[in-house]
């Protein structure tokens, strides 16, 4: 890796692998980064901001995904991961100009479309750049690598939501579509280069199942649900609340975004090392009571100053968490060997799992109640994290 802190930043070298990943996922990064915080609020105002059409439609994505993951593993296999990987990209940039094309007299036929095109690209993308990301990381430097991976978006995030605020006040959302478009298929050309690995999915459906709901594994799935849980509250309907406190205006909603993530880079970068050198399930449990806690303070939020001084609270202790539990995460792929891509299946299975009960938990609560009180249970699912542990996460043979 050609950087000019490779050699002080990293534990020796790191593979070639990682570089492919890293830098593919870093123009992923930006891609998704322009619409990531816009795409909740594009498809709440395109229905007629109606909230829980927007729930649902992330819902039904994380539904078809997790029904069809281990259909999707077993060709996968026969495919290819690196071939499976490359062609992702044609998928995710689909997936956008899909977007391009969608107004108020056809979004009844291509939204359902766009959900179909994301369920196939996570089935390509996701499998192998996990499997990948495990291979091609070692332990001295796994939560390093991570942390470098997460600086890297962290850097971006400070530009990017300003950047797409300021387009689509100026231009509206179709050039930002275009834009994401051409980024995906550019971020194809690293994956070119990227080794192969010898995976397979060796497991029957019977077998998959056993292990998801076995009593041995209880802890690791609940910690991978409470993953995906945490993630819907933050992707869905924290953006979509900030534009309505910040009352509907796109520029300030990327000003403040901004703002928030540019206190948080050099503190990503110091943790990895930091994690690397400590137990990682200690902080993990430290982190998830400081995350759980913003979670909370959201709840309070009423002007756009609180949102930058809770916010910032908020991604400082995300980095408390999400690091170690990241490193955690592959070093028990890593550890479980041939079984990786078995153990990424179980994980990706529990995290859409999580996806669907918590959209099901928030779209409830929005008949309710004020939709900043589901931060309640993204608050629980934080806290659920704590489950993980590698001990637990082991597979042993079939059963």
């Known amino acids: 890796m050609n950087l000019s802190f490779n050699k002080k930043y990293f534990d020796g070298e790191v593979s070639h692998g990682f570089v492919s990943l890293f830098t593919g996922k870093t123009i992923v990064f930006i891609a998704s980064g322009l619409l990531g915080l816009f795409l909740p609020i594009f498809l709440y105002n395109l229905f007629k901001e109606n909230f829980r059409l927007v729930v ?41 100009l899909i977007f391009y094309f969608v107004n108020d007299n056809n979004f009844i036929y291509l939204i359902p479309l766009s959900v179909l095109v994301i369920v196939f690209f996570r089935l390509l ?31 971006i995030s400070i ?51 056993n292990y998801f ?25 924290w953006p979509i609340f900030i534009f309505q406190l910040l009352n ?23 943790l990895g090392k930091y994690i690397d050198k400590n137990k990682k399930e200690r902080i993990l449990h430290i982190g998830s009571v400081l995350y759980s806690l913003g979670w909370v303070f959201k709840i309070f939020i009423a002007t756009a100053f609180q949102i930058f001084i809770v916010g910032t ?21 890593a550890d479980n ?29 929005s008949f309710f109640a004020a939709i900043q009180w589901t931060f309640v249970l993204a608050a629980i699912a934080a806290l659920l994290l704590n489950l993980l542990r590698a001990k637990d996460a082991q597979l042993l043979p079939r059963v």
């Not at 996701?126 to 850097?155: C, G, M, Q």
């Not at 231009?171 to 280069?193: E, K, Q």
């Not at 993630?231 to 869905?236: A, F, H, M, Q, Y």
């Not at 509907?248 to 110091?270: A, C, H, K």
Request: charged share 15%; proline share 2%; no cysteine.
């Open 213 to 237: 709901f076995s009593k041995q594994k209880r802890k690791m799935i609940l910690a991978y649900m409470a993953e995906g849980a945490e993630n819907v509250v933050g992707l869905i309907v």
């Open 56 to 96: 649902l439609y992330y819902g039904l994505g994380y539904l078809f995904y997790g029904f069809l993951m281990v259909w999707g593993a077993r060709l996968l296999s026969r495919f290819g991961f690196r071939r499976s990987l490359r062609y992702s990209v044609f998928l995710g940039a689909l997936f956008y």
């Open 125 to 155: 993308y996701w499998i192998p750049y996990h499997v990948d990301f495990a291979k091609f990381t070692d332990s001295k430097n796994r939560a390093r690598e991570i942390s470098i991976l997460f600086a890297a978006s962290l850097v």
């Open 159 to 209: 530009i990017i939501p300003v950047l797409a605020g300021f387009i689509i006040t100026r231009f509206g959302y179709d050039i930002l579509f275009i834009i994401a478009t051409i980024l995906f298929l550019v971020s194809g050309i690293p994956y070119l280069t990227i080794p192969r690995t010898q995976e397979k999915f060796e497991w029957s459906f019977k077998e998959t199942f």
């Open 248 to 270: 509907r205006n796109y520029l300030e909603v990327g000003v403040v975004s901004t703002l928030i993530v540019g206190v948080t880079v050099l503190m990503q970068l110091f």
């Open 337 to 365: 060997g041939h079984y990786v891509d078995e153990f990424t299946v179980l994980r990706e299975m529990a995290v859409q799992l999580g996806k669907v009960l918590m959209v099901i938990f928030v779209i409830i609560i």
């Open 313 to 333: 609270y908020h991604n400082l202790a995300k980095i408390f968490i999400t690091t170690p539990f990241e490193a955690l995460t592959y070093d028990i792929a």
